[in-house]
Nanobody, 122 residues
Framework: QVRLVESGGGLVQPGGSLKLSCAGI????????VGWYRQVPGNQREFVAV???????DYADSVKGRFTISRGNAGNTLYLEMNNLKPTDTAVYYC????????????????WGQGTQVTVSS
């Protein structure tokens, strides 16, 4: 059974930066798109970023130009570099190991980790 582990969250001031990590994605790294979602309690999970099998990336409009998704050189860790953070970025961030295009949008169909909390506040 695949288990994903997110880490790197914390409390930062607006305009600050964080780098999130997701360990345990090596099983399907080369065969599926992988990426990040985030969720505010009481709301649906929101697409954040995806890295496809050919190395291309896509981002939600709300984070374009501020967030960067990448992979470690060993292929089993996924990263999300977050810059110029805003209070609206506050959420629990989750990685997923099987993103696909569905009805014109990126949807996650793979395993979820426990998430890592990001809080942006003065």
């Amino acid at each position: 059974q695949v288990r994903l582990v997110e880490s790197g969250g914390g409390l930062v001031q607006p305009g600050g930066s964080l780098k999130l990590s997701c360990a345990g994605i090596g099983i399907r790294w080369s065969r599926t798109a992988v990426g990040w979602y985030r969720q505010v309690p009481g709301n649906q999970r929101e697409f954040v970023a995806v890295l496809t099998t050919d190395g291309t990336t896509d981002y939600a409009d709300s984070v374009k130009g501020r967030f960067t998704i990448s992979r470690g050189n060993a292929g089993n860790t996924l990263y999300l570099e977050m810059n110029n953070l805003k209070p609206t970025d506050t959420a629990v961030y989750y990685c997923n190991d099987n993103f696909r295009r569905y009805e014109g949008a990126w949807r996650a169909f793979g395993s979820w980790g426990q998430g890592t909390q990001v809080t942006v506040s003065s």
